[in-house]
């Protein structure tokens, strides 16, 4: 069964720091790779996806986000944050067929000190 | 265009009572899936219908069902409540064409009393 883990539960980091969080992923196959940020009391904004070719996938809002294989990490990445991305962000796996639902981590909250 | 839409925004019912969620797709899409976020957890899928069919279906019990209608619109009902079932309910819409990218609506926050 497929899984994902996100290792940290709150980061807090200073506005202008660069900003990593990670994500590790259990899949049988090649896995399509998401981050979504839900800021409170919202639902989900699609950030980035990776689905094949080139492991470095840009999205929006400034952020990118690496597909290592052999770690099977996707980490997601920003080299200077913002006060409006703190929120709560989710990394998610789906499965390559035609029932395309997601299994998404338990989430790592964002905090921005000013 | 609108995005994916959901009513009612939040709705509190007492245990044992039944409930139905709704939600419209975003334009052009024609399959709907629902997910529960129960508080400081992530999403689970619950299930997924395309063509009015229930397509896939998450680890939840027979008390969760559902439905899609001829305009891609869809519900949820949940039967007999819990407790447990206090959660924000998310409908997402996707095309169906393989890009797998799935748009989320902003949620049904229920709370069973």
């Known amino acids: 069964a497929q899984s994902v883990t996100q290792p940290d539960i709150h980061i807090t980091v200073s506005e202008g720091a660069s900003l990593e969080l990670r994500c590790n992923y259990s899949?049988?196959?090649?896995?399509?790779l998401f981050w979504y940020v839900q800021s409170p009391g919202q639902g989900l904004q699609l950030l980035l996806k990776?689905?094949?070719?080139?492991?470095l996938v840009q999205g929006i809002k400034g952020f990118e986000a690496e597909f290592k294989r052999s770690q099977s990490s996707f980490n997601l990445r920003k080299p200077s944050v913002h006060w409006s991305d703190a929120a709560e962000y989710f990394c998610a796996v789906g499965p390559n067929n035609a029932g395309n639902m997601l299994t998404f981590g338990g989430g790592t909250r964002l905090m921005v000190k000013p | 265009d609108a995005g994916v839409t959901q009513s009612p925004t939040h709705l509190i019912k007492t245990r044992g009572q039944q409930v139905t969620l709704r939600c419209s797709p975003k334009s052009g899409h024609d399959t709907v899936s629902w997910y529960q976020q129960a508080l400081g957890q992530g999403p689970q899928f619950i299930f997924q219908?395309?063509?009015?069919?229930?397509?896939q279906r998450g680890n939840f019990p027979d008390r969760f069902s559902g439905h899609q209608f001829p305009n891609y619109s869809s519900e949820l009902n949940v039967n007999a409540l819990l407790l447990g079932d206090s959660a924000l309910y998310l409908c997402a819409s996707s095309d169906g064409t393989g890009t797998y990218e799935q748009y989320f609506g902003p949620g049904t926050r229920l709370t069973v009393t």
């Open positions: 990776y689905f094949s070719g080139d492991t």
């Open positions: 899949y049988g196959a090649t896995p399509y």
């Open positions: 219908y395309y063509e009015e069919e229930e397509r």
